[in-house]
């Protein structure tokens, strides 16, 4: 990772979440929302949590995780 990457860590709750037809996000919609998100760690998951709860429109299918690591550069 180089100074200012986001590495994103979830569980198939995230790229297998329901819309209310059915339909999975997948991960390229998953990793289109990853990137437009530009905060802290704690920031793009609230993020992308926000933006599940919207495509499962609150009715969440599977059990989900979402963790993001910010690598600041060497100590």
């Not at 996000?25 to 998951?45: E, K, M, P, W």
Request: hydrophobic share 40%; aromatic share 6%; proline share 1%.
């Amino acid at each position: 990772l180089e100074p200012g990457n986001t590495l994103l860590i979830y569980t198939d709750g995230a790229d297998e979440a329901m819309n209310t037809d059915g339909e999975a996000l997948g991960t390229d919609a998953l990793a289109r929302a990853f990137s437009r998100t530009r905060q802290s760690a704690r920031s793009t998951v609230d993020a992308l949590a926000g933006v599940l709860d919207e495509y499962q429109r609150g009715r969440q299918f599977d059990d989900l995780t979402l963790m993001a690591l910010r690598f600041r550069g060497t100590v």
